[in-house]
């Protein structure tokens, strides 16, 4: 989701919002991912229609922005090259079973 806010309010809320859904890839052990390219796409698409969108309710985008916020659903994981540039894995969607032993072990040695 990405929210366009152009004033402080109170309580806080968006001037213009836009959403875009993205495709998740899932497999029979119960690894769930998502393309972090896809990712990167989906939120200049987003970001795009907001603005389309404030433009045309009339809100003045070219004359300056106080905030564009990127959110997603939730805790998704990414690891990106510093000399590429480049995603290392595709992202872990929070949904992802594979660490469920390491945070139970954590979580006994914690409590």
């Given at each position: ?27 029979l ?62 992202a ?20």
């Amino acid at each position: 989701m990405c929210l366009l806010g152009q004033s402080i309010k109170k309580p806080p809320a968006p001037d213009s919002f836009s959403k875009t859904k993205m495709p998740t890839q899932l497999d029979l052990t119960r690894w769930v991912e998502h393309d972090p390219m896809e990712i990167l796409e989906s939120m200049r698409i987003c970001m795009s229609k907001t603005i389309d969108k404030a433009t045309v309710d009339g809100y003045n985008v070219d004359g300056g922005l106080k905030a564009i916020g990127l959110t997603n659903q939730r805790e998704t994981t990414v690891v990106w090259s510093k000399s590429t540039g480049l995603h290392l894995y595709n992202a872990i969607v929070w949904m992802d079973v594979r660490t469920n032993s390491i945070c139970r072990s954590i979580s006994l040695f914690i409590h």
